[in-house]
């Protein structure tokens, strides 16, 4: 994603990289970093605009680079995130705070021991109802949320 944010940015292939459904991508993404995905994309292009403008870049070219269809458009995005107007991020030694490209480091411990005990317990019964749900698993996302309210709704989880 660092290397497009002056093109567009396909959120479907960035899943597929993570080996995971646009729906997990973005829902970890924003777990993990603890923004959006579609708000680091808006502050890091911003943040790369920023330095375009402070290198004599035209106001609406770096608009334009960072998908945005008018000078207006830009100017109110830059305004709410870098709280100045582009214009007056050009202006020389102006100080401006950058959005950090984010890094991502998984480290694997096994080091500590877990107590753990095995407890016989009598028989007992698990009920419960069901729906068809397939592989696909944005769609099943769209299925189980429903079933759960109606669920609700409807008084079965009550009942059970």
């Given at each position: 994603m660092e290397d497009n944010l002056d093109s567009e940015i396909s959120i479907e292939r960035a899943a597929q990289l993570a080996c995971c459904s646009q729906y997990h991508f973005q829902r970890m993404f924003s777990y993990i970093i603890g923004v959006s995905l579609s708000g680091y994309l808006r502050r890091r292009r911003l943040t790369k605009a920023a330095f375009d403008l402070q290198d004599g870049n035209k106001v609406i070219d770096v608009a334009l680079r960072y998908g945005y269809d008018s000078h207006t458009a830009f100017n109110r995005a830059f305004q709410a995130v870098r709280g100045?107007?582009?214009?007056?991020?050009?202006?020389?030694?102006?100080?401006?705070?950058?959005?950090?490209?984010?890094?991502?480091?998984?480290?694997?411990?096994?080091?500590?021991?877990?107590?753990?005990?095995?407890?016989?317990?009598?028989?007992?019964?698990?009920?419960?109802?069901?729906?068809?749900?397939?592989?696909?698993?944005?769609?099943?996302?769209?299925?189980?949320?429903?079933?759960?309210?109606?669920?609700?709704?409807?008084?079965?989880?009550?009942?059970?």
């Open positions: 100045i107007s582009p214009s007056a991020a050009r202006i020389p030694d102006t100080i401006l705070k950058a959005f950090p490209r984010v890094s991502f480091q998984i480290t694997v411990k096994g080091v500590s021991e877990m107590d753990y005990r095995i407890v016989e317990k009598k028989t007992f019964r698990i009920v419960g109802t069901r729906i068809k749900i397939g592989a696909n698993v944005d769609e099943n996302a769209k299925i189980i949320m429903p079933f759960g309210g109606q669920a609700m709704e409807n008084g079965l989880m009550s009942h059970l």
